[in-house]
């Protein structure tokens, strides 16, 4: 099980190479409720690399934050690894950061509207170059907030394995 202080963890180093690097993040998130941002503003010196973040919870959330039309957040559908690039893409342009992670799926109790299971999540990163990586998580678990750390921490990880 993930624990907040794993996630913080994780987000100190991504933030400690980005700062050293002189480089910058943004976020979209929609399952983990802004514990990304969280845990990479709670590193002392975040003005130096955190950009911005947005907790994309909804279609105009998304679309309104994000600054995309209404067909660029819904195809392809939330809850899948293409998602998660398109709001990291997003993420990144709109605030004009050097990485952008994405992240959307279903913290649970229950599945999402799409029929995911509870703990099924998808995390994306978008770089510099506009290439990006994603990757899907799979807890098996019903428990929600442990599902949100295990989604921040999925998603960090990806930004280390990016930025590495």
Not at 44 to 65: E, H, N
Not at 107 to 114: E, H, I, K, L, V
Request: aromatic share 4%; net charge neutral.
């Amino acid at each position: 099980m993930v624990t907040w202080q794993d996630v913080l963890d994780r987000a100190a180093r991504a933030g400690q190479r980005l700062a050293a690097r002189g480089e910058t993040v943004a976020v979209a998130e929609s399952s983990s409720g802004g514990l990304v941002a969280a845990a990479l503003l709670a590193v002392p010196g975040a003005s130096a690399y955190f950009r911005g973040g947005a907790v994309v919870y909804t279609v105009d959330a998304k679309s309104r934050l994000l600054g995309q039309t209404r067909e660029a957040v819904t195809e392809p559908r939330a809850a899948t690894e293409a998602h998660a690039l398109v709001l990291a893409r997003a993420a990144r342009t709109q605030l004009d950061a050097t990485w952008g992670i994405g992240e959307t799926g279903a913290s649970g109790p229950t599945s999402n509207r799409y029929g995911d299971p509870p703990g099924h999540a998808c995390v994306g990163v978008a770089g510099p170059d506009g290439a990006g990586s994603a990757a899907t998580v799979a807890t098996g678990s019903a428990a929600r907030l442990d599902n949100m750390y295990a989604f921040a921490a999925a998603a960090l990880d990806l930004l280390l394995k990016a930025t590495g």
